[in-house]
Every structure is written in structure tokens, then in C-alpha cells.
């Protein structure tokens, strides 16, 4: 079944200018790309984002990260890729969350390093399971940004869009 998942390129993976090698490892996927864009995040969309997360104690530094605030671009490209298997292939090759252990090869184990104050600089983000795809997509995209009908979406009168999620 196709499906699709939501990857960032988080702020030292812009800032080491980690783009391409990114999508190049991520292209081994054979998946699609159908949605990107450049965004700078907000502190809504920061702890929407990791809203799971927010009882750890490394939460704060974890907002200022994605916030770009530890590099001087603040930044994060976000994408969708779609594809049978998409959440498993990308989580795969993205390699675990803590850099220092993730697969040597993986994204994470290649170009990830933890900072001596103790973050986890792990270049890129990927959807764990279709729950948390759907929710972050849907956060990051609006329906017309994305070039396939992934979720329902409705009609809407707001300025400057023609469709919202449903
Ligand atoms: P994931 O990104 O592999 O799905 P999550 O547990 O969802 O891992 O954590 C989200 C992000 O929070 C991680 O990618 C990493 O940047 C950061 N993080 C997770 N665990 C730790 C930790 O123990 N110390 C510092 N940062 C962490
Ligand atoms: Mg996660």
C-alpha cells in the first residue's frame, strides 16, 4: 500500500549543507518526493511538532534546535515522500535517533553528532508510523502544496487557499 512520510532536514544538516547527500541517500528509496519547501519554524510549529515529546527533559533544547537557534540559518526543509512502504524505507536509512549509535552507514550514524551540551544532531526527521505521517504532513503542508490527494480535504473561504484538511 502507498503511503506517505514527512522528512526534515533539520538546521545542521542545512547549515553542514547536508541537502544533497540527503536526497541522494534518500533516493535509493525509489520513493517520490511530492511536496518541499524551505520553512522557517515558528515556535507553534516547534512544539506542535514534538508536542509528544514535551515531558522530556531535553524539550527545550529540542525546540530551539528545530528552531534553528543553534545555527546561524534558521531553517528546515520539509518533504513528503510517497511510496509503498515510504515510513519503513526512510526510517531505515535515516538509521536511529541517537547519532552516536545509529548504523554507521545510516544518515544519522554518517553525518550526525551529539554537542557537547548534550543535543542530538541527527540531520533529518522521518515519521515513525502513519498516525504520527498523517498529523505531521498535515501540519507542515496545506492540501495544494502537496501533488497528490493524500487525506480528505474541504472546501474553504480562507484567503490565498482553496482547500484546507478536512
Ligand atoms: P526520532 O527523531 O528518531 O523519531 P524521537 O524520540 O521522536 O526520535 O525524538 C525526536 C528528536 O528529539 C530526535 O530526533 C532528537 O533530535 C531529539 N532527541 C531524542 N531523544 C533525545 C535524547 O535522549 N537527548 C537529546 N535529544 C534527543
Ligand atoms: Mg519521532
Do not use: C
Not at 26 to 42: G, N, P, Y
Not at 93 to 120: F, H, L, M, V, W
Request: no cysteine; hydrophobic share 35%; proline share 3%.
Amino acid at each position: 500500500m502507498k503511503e506517505a512520510t514527512l522528512v526534515l532536514v533539520k538546521p545542521d544538516g542545512l547549515k553542514k549543507s547536508l541537502t544533497g547527500n540527503v536526497l541522494t541517500r534518500l533516493s535509493e528509496t525509489k520513493l517520490e518526493i511530492v511536496a518541499a519547501k524551505i520553512v522557517r519554524v515558528d515556535d507553534k510549529l516547534a512544539r506542535e511538532h514534538y508536542r509528544g515529546l514535551s515531558k522530556e527533559p531535553f524539550f527545550e533544547e529540542l525546540i530551539q534546535y528545530i528552531k534553528g537557534e543553534l545555527h546561524e540559518r534558521k531553517k528546515v526543509m520539509a518533504m513528503a515522500y510517497y511510496g509503498g512502504g515510504a515510513i519503513r524505507k526512510v526510517r531505515e536509512i535515516a538509521g536511529g535517533t541517537n547519532p552516536e549509535k545509529a548504523d554507521s552507514i545510516s544518515i544519522r550514524g554518517q553525518y550526525g553528532r551529539i554537542t557537547t551540551k548534550g543535543i542530538y544532531e541527527n540531520v533529518i526527521h522521518a515519521s515513525t508510523d502513519q498516525r504520527d505521517a498523517e498529523r505531521e504532513i498535515k501540519l507542515w503542508f496545506q492540501p495544494d502544496e502537496i501533488i497528490v490527494d493524500l487525506y480528505p480535504t474541504k472546501a474553504t473561504a480562507a484567503e490565498g487557499t482553496r482547500q484546507a484538511w478536512a
